[in-house]
T-cell receptor
Framework: QKEVEQNSGPLSVPEGAIASLNCTYS??????FFWYRQYSGKSPELIMF????GDKEDGRFTAQLNKASQYVSLLIRDSQPSDSATYLC?????????????FGAGTRLAVHP | GAVVSQHPSWVICKSGTSVKIECRSL??????MFWYRQFPKQSLMLMAT?????????EQGVEKDKFLINHASLTLSTLTVTSAHPEDSSFYIC??????????????FGPGTRLTVL
């Protein structure tokens, strides 16, 4: 079992729709969770992070965390073509002493006009 | 704030040569820097964790004699790919953790270095 799993996609949504990206992790003791966006040929950029169970909203983005289910998701409201990118879920696992991030393979999002 | 630079942004070298990549935190002090490698259409794979003034911690399967890491100051870490071969061609990305950062394990990423070994 991979430490961090994501559906590779592509996830295709029409402009203005809600895009839902999902991530599961294996280390139950994981502490912090991050969503990064990566455009082709570029390095990742942080969208948001979450520590506590529940929802966290930042503009058009909402991160949701459920530690009991070991599940974290990212919702993008009013999706725009510029949101088309690969979204990486990253987890800070207990097994790493919370000193490193483990990345999922990423989900490719395509927002079409 | 929280800017990380990498140099060079791309490099092409012949097989058997060594290549050094620099990673700098420009506006903060980084006690810990990380080196990742990313092959096309794959995710970031952590290669090693670099702590200022001490030896790097390498992930399983990463050859420490091939990928030399030096973290001599709070703002600079270097990765040297020794005797590079075509299979080492990849996108190398560093990240840095702010010494005084408030977010647990938040990492700021450099723009990456694309290495092509002929």
């Amino acid at each position: 079992q991979k430490e961090v799993e994501q559906n590779s996609g592509p996830l295709s949504v029409p402009e203005g729709a809600i895009a839902s990206l999902n991530c599961t992790y294996s280390d139950r003791g994981s502490q912090s969770f991050f969503w990064y966006r990566q455009y082709s040929g570029k390095s990742p950029e942080l969208i948001m992070f979450i520590y506590s169970n529940g929802d966290k909203e930042d503009g058009r983005f909402t991160a949701q965390l459920n530690k009991a289910s070991q599940y974290v998701s990212l919702l993008i409201r009013d999706s725009q073509p510029s949101d088309s990118a690969t979204y990486l879920c990253a987890v800070s696992p207990f097994s790493g002493g919370y000193n490193k991030l483990i990345f999922g393979a990423g989900t490719r999002l395509a927002v079409h006009p | 704030g929280a800017v990380v630079s990498q140099h060079p942004s791309w490099v092409i070298c012949k097989s058997g040569t060594s290549v050094k990549i620099e990673c700098r935190s420009l506006d903060f002090q980084a006690t810990t820097m990380f080196w990742y490698r990313q092959f096309p259409k794959q995710s970031l794979m952590l290669m090693a964790t670099s702590n200022e003034g001490s030896k790097a911690t390498y992930e399983q399967g990463v050859e420490k004699d091939k990928f030399l890491i030096n973290h001599a100051s709070l703002t600079l870490s270097t990765l040297t790919v020794t005797s590079a071969h075509p299979e080492d061609s990849s996108f190398y990305i560093c990240s840095a953790r702010d010494k005084s950062g408030q977010v647990i394990n938040e990492q700021f990423f450099g723009p990456g270095t694309r290495l092509t070994v002929l």
